[in-house]
Structure formats: C-alpha cells, structure tokens
C-alpha cells in the first residue's frame, strides 16, 4: 500500500507560478514510478509529468514542457510539481501518482495503481 497527500494548490494569477508537494509512504516505495495527473472540470483526467525514484528520467506532456518541472526528495519521500507561467487552461485538480510503470501514465485516462486525493489549482486570467 501507498499513501499519498498533495499540498499547495490555491489561486494564483496568470503567469504566476505554484509549486505542489506530494508526501509519500509506504512499502517499497523506490519501486514505483511518481508522477502529476490532472483533471479539469468536464474534461478526462490527463497525464502531467512523471518520474522515477532512482533514475534521471523524467517525462511531461507536451502542453506543460518547458514550465513544468517534477523533482523528489528522497530523504523525505515527497515529490514536488514546480508550475511556472501558469495559464488559465492549467486550472484543474491535480493528483499525485503512484504506478510501477511509466506506460500507466500515458493511458487516456491514466491507470495508476494509487491516487491521492487531489489538490485544487485555479488560474485566473
């Protein structure tokens, strides 16, 4: 079992950033591929960003390269989504992702072994 709990959503204005944190536990951890989904209202949930606990790879959806960076701690299991140049079209619930494969997170929608509960990220143009 995984647990996963966001922090830091809120409202912020166009062109603004926000970074999210996600703290993870528990059992074998280092095994799972971490990642950032999203859901707008009305619209499927979709992929962000995701990336392995020990490797150097990262991957991100084209509408979100160049302004979205995922990072994680390891010495305190958590993993951060840093949002810059944040656009209207970003507002959404964003969840933190656990999957054991990167491919998980490429499904339309994402089938991701464990979610957390979601955090609201709303833009304001």
């Known amino acids: 079992q995984v647990q996963l709990v966001e922090s830091g959503g809120g409202l912020v204005q166009a062109g603004g950033s926000l970074r999210l944190s996600c703290a993870a536990s528990?059992?074998?951890?280092?095994?799972?591929?971490m990642g950032w989904c999203r859901q707008a209202p009305g619209k499927e949930r979709e992929f962000v960003a995701a990336?392995?606990?020990?490797?150097?790879?990262?991957e991100y959806a084209d509408s979100v390269k160049g302004r979205f960076t995922i990072s994680r701690d390891y010495a305190e299991n958590t993993v951060y989504l840093q949002m810059n140049s944040l656009k209207s079209e970003d507002t959404a619930v964003y969840y933190c992702?656990?999957?054991?494969?990167?491919?998980?997170?490429?499904?339309?929608?994402?089938?991701?072994?464990?979610w957390g509960k979601g955090i609201l990220v709303t833009v304001s143009s």
């Open positions: 990336a392995s606990w020990t490797g150097g790879i990262t």
């Open positions: 992702a656990a999957d054991h494969t990167y491919s998980a997170y490429r499904r339309s929608p994402p089938v991701i072994d464990y």
């Open positions: 528990g059992r074998s951890l280092r095994t799972y591929t």
